[in-house]
């Protein structure tokens, strides 16, 4: 197997080197992600042996089979915590990748009254993280009657500024002539921006899905919810890790499944969120 | 074609009008103009239209509220009453949990900030003269830790203060240390694993800005590189690289300084909430003491008030200093 590219300017001893480095940063970072695949595959004797063993000697499905079991007879069952993510994370990130592309098409392709302004103002907002508008959001949530609601993760999630600013960068590289021929073809801005503009950004819906899908997917309803049977999974799995030991097999196994499906889509759709990510770059 | 007015105001041509009266009617022109244009426009304001009020209501009205509120005493209950600096005086004089958290905030950005954006472009570096196959399978490695949610729970095992945690354990049973160490209940160390923990999950978005910027790199400018006497990688980096990728340089630096300064979640799980004599307190878990258990909304304001400050201050103070490298 061929392990680098062949370029120009590189010295053999310095890239074994540079490898080597990278090789022990990556282990590293893998510890923690390899570590709670082994923990969801150990028997219970296993996550309580002392001292401790980082890689499962007896795999097992226990821990997934107890999880299927707990479904059943808990007050609120863990399925209802699954579909309560689900519909947050499905609903907050297809909103997104609808209204983040039908603003940037503007922004990205035309010059309007007010879009420079509006623009420098997005970039403004990458600035700050949403821990400074929190407090308010809480008023501003609670006057519109929302606390206590789907609606009060998966809104706020649709204008999520990140997502507008890297679909309008990719938008630009669409050529011009490609509009212009469908607008001489009679076709409304609203025709042109849902046949054309959407269908040649796919690249980008995949990457704001891969930026916004594991922040609603993690979400534990913070301040907003409070009814049990409308709390996410994640909530659930901190109750879990609270509770301790007696449930500490269906924890790990809920961890591995909150873990790995954001992972996984990564993995698929890889190629097509670094196409986007290059044309992610601020000009002057 | 592009929406631009296009067609000259006609008028203007082809009326000559007397000077005293040509200033007014440019004024009116300017306006009608305008109109014009945002009536020409009223399709692309249609279509930003649901993104901007959602943004609108949960962005910009916050930040403006959190601003006014900053100078109201406000518990939720009664009326706000207007304080005017008190909220601001008593945050910079009268708390010392407050200094603490200021002190360790920006010790905490100062070092993840730049550590974390250097380890984000020297990675996507190394992993971008990997073939591709490799260079995927690392990218997802090292990006993993970013979206996996809230598995930086597994650190709190490694670092247990009991002979359980992993890191104890290997650690006595070398002989390095002969007693566990608390390393979650120690000022000494806490500070130092939750800024461990936070550069571990913080090759994000930057890291794939980086990754993309590199990977289409004009191979051409190497080339021609090359035959102007570039001779090794570190001079191919400084010379060409490093220029060529500096819009996305910008954006990284963006995500990461944000991203330094916003450290709460990490700190709440690996040290607690407070954490010990407050050694992992950060504005942020301040501003959640004070917003959230306290109900002293405006002072809480005042808080998110300087944070907001310090984050796009210091953005705009290094967007400056970026943007002066290599011209």
Redesign the interface.
Same mark, same amino acid.
């Given at each position: 197997?061929?392990?680098?590219?062949k370029? #120009?300017?590189? $010295?053999m001893p310095? =890239?074994i080197l540079?490898?080597l480095?990278?090789a022990m940063?990556?282990l590293?970072?893998?510890?923690?992600?390899v570590?709670?695949i082994n923990n969801a595959f150990k028997p219970l004797d296993e996550l309580f042996i002392?001292?401790?063993r980082?890689f499962v000697r007896n795999p097992t499905l226990d821990n997934f089979y107890d999880l299927v079991a707990v479904m059943g007879d808990s007050w609120v069952p863990i399925s209802r915590y699954f579909f309560n993510t689900f519909i947050i994370t499905i609903f907050g990130t297809g909103g997104h990748i609808i209204?983040?592309s039908?603003?940037a098409?503007?922004?990205a392709k035309?010059?309007?009254?007010g879009?420079k302004v509006?623009f420098q103002?997005?970039?403004?907002? #990458?600035?700050? $993280?949403p821990?400074? =508008?929190?407090?308010?959001?809480?008023?501003?949530m609670s006057g519109l009657g929302w606390i206590d609601t789907y609606l009060s993760l998966i809104?706020?999630a649709?204008?999520f500024?990140?997502g507008?600013f890297l679909m309008k960068q990719f938008m630009e590289q669409l050529p011009d002539a490609m509009l212009?021929a469908a607008?001489i073809d009679g076709a409304?801005?609203?025709r042109i921006?849902w046949k054309i503009v959407m269908p040649n950004v796919k690249p980008a819906w995949l990457t704001l899905l891969?930026?916004q899908f594991?922040i609603l997917?993690?979400t534990t309803g913070g301040?907003f919810i409070y009814s049990e049977e409308l709390k996410t999974l994640?909530y659930a799995?901190?109750q879990i890790?609270e509770a301790g030991i007696a449930r500490a097999g269906v924890g790990a196994a809920v961890?591995l499944i909150?873990?790995s499906v954001?992972?996984i889509l990564?993995?698929l759709s890889?190629?097509k969120?670094?196409?986007?990510?290059?044309s992610?770059?601020?000009?002057? | 074609?592009?929406?631009?007015s296009m067609e000259q105001p006609i008028d203007d041509i082809v009326y000559p009008i007397k000077e005293a009266t040509r200033k007014q009617s440019k004024r009116k022109d300017k306006w009608q103009r305008?109109k014009r244009?945002?009536k020409?426009?009223r399709?692309?304001?249609l279509?930003?239209l649901?993104?901007?009020i959602?943004?609108f209501?949960?962005?910009?009205?916050?930040?403006v509220?959190?601003f006014v509120?900053s100078f109201f005493s406000f518990n939720m209950l009664e009326m706000p009453q207007f304080v005017g600096w008190d909220n601001y005086s008593r945050l910079f004089l009268g708390d010392d949990v407050f200094m603490t958290a200021l002190r360790n905030t920006l010790l905490f950005a100062a070092i993840t900030g730049p550590v974390s954006y250097i380890a984000c472009f020297i990675?996507a570096w190394?992993?971008n003269?990997?073939?591709p196959k490799?260079r995927?399978f690392?990218?997802?490695?090292?990006?993993?830790?970013s979206?996996?949610?809230?598995?930086?729970?597994?650190?709190l095992?490694?670092f247990s203060g009991d002979?359980?945690g992993?890191l104890n354990?290997i650690l006595m049973?070398l002989g390095i240390i002969l007693e566990p160490i608390q390393w979650l209940r120690d000022e000494q160390y806490v500070l130092g694993v939750v800024i461990l923990v936070q550069l571990?999950l913080s090759?994000g978005?930057s890291f794939?800005?980086f990754?993309?910027?590199l990977?289409?790199l004009d191979k051409s400018l190497?080339?021609a590189g090359?035959i102007d006497g570039?001779?090794?990688?570190w001079?191919?980096l400084w010379y060409i690289t490093l220029p060529s990728?500096?819009?996305?340089?910008?954006?990284g630096a963006?995500?990461q300084?944000?991203?330094s300064?916003?450290v709460?979640d990490i700190s709440i799980a690996l040290a607690g909430f407070p954490s010990v004599n407050y050694a992992a307190h950060t504005v942020?878990t301040h501003?959640?003491d004070y917003?959230?258990i306290r109900f002293e909304?405006g002072y809480?304001?005042a808080i998110?008030t300087v944070?907001?400050l310090l984050?796009?201050g210091t953005?705009?103070v290094v967007?400056k200093l970026l943007?002066k490298v290599g011209t």
């Open positions: 197997m061929r392990f680098f590219n370029q #120009l300017n590189r $010295s310095i =890239t540079l490898f480095f990278l940063v990556g590293f970072m893998a510890i923690p992600l570590y709670a002392f001292p401790p980082f209204f983040a039908m603003a098409y503007p922004l035309y010059k309007f009254p879009s509006i103002i997005v970039i403004l907002a #990458l600035m700050f $993280s821990h400074v =508008t929190a407090i308010p959001n809480y008023l501003v809104i706020p649709m204008a500024p990140l507008l212009e607008k409304s801005e609203f921006f891969i930026l594991p997917w993690g301040n994640n799995l901190e890790t961890a909150l873990m954001p992972i990564f993995i890889q190629s969120v670094i196409e986007t990510m290059s992610s770059g601020m000009k002057d | 074609m592009k929406a631009k305008l244009d945002m020409k426009a399709h692309y304001y279509l930003m649901p993104f901007m959602i943004f209501l949960f962005t910009i009205v916050p930040v509220a959190s509120l990675f190394i992993i003269e990997l073939s490799i995927a690392m990218t997802v490695i090292f990006y993993a830790p979206i996996a949610g809230n598995v930086f729970f597994i650190w095992i490694i002979t359980y992993y354990g049973e571990w090759l978005t794939l800005a990754i993309a910027g990977q289409t190497i080339e090359a570039i001779r090794n990688r001079q191919e990728m500096k819009p996305q340089l910008l954006f963006v995500m300084i944000t991203q300064f916003a709460a942020v501003l959640m917003g959230t909304m809480a304001s998110a944070l907001f984050m796009v953005n705009m967007q943007r």
